[in-house]
């Protein structure tokens, strides 16, 4: 069973920096997909960033609005961050991990985050 632990959470002032990390254990695959997803306050989740990994090849996609502010990396096999540079109010919402073989999807348990101006 993979489980993914997320770090990093917590208050930020806007104009400052954030890093989110996330860790799957209980597997030891080399391709996967793994990224962030955001739910914010009576909102749907959406996509914030994902990573691909392919046997060490990484490629990464990005919600358009938020490239230019958070970042999406690999650390290690099946732990990646996400980098808030810059955050803005409105990016105050739950942060959640993914991580998915394409057969199995896993979410981790949120991390909150706020912003305040």
């Known amino acids: 069973q993979v489980q993914l632990v997320e770090s990093g959470g917590g208050l930020v002032q806007a104009g400052g920096s954030l890093r989110l990390s996330c860790t799957a254990s209980g597997t030891d695959t080399d391709t996967y997909v793994m990224g962030w997803y955001r739910q914010r306050s009576g909102e749907q989740r959406t996509l914030v960033a994902s990573l691909t990994d392919d046997w060490g090849e990484v490629s990464t996609v990005y919600v358009p609005s938020l490239k230019d502010r958070f970042t999406i990396a690999r650390d290690a096999p099946r732990k990646i961050h996400l980098q808030m540079t810059n955050p803005l109010p409105e990016d105050t919402a739950d942060y959640f991990c993914?991580?998915?073989?394409?057969?199995?999807?896993?979410w981790g348990q949120g991390a909150q985050v706020t912003v305040f101006s």
């Open positions: 993914l991580f998915t073989t394409g057969h199995s999807t896993y």
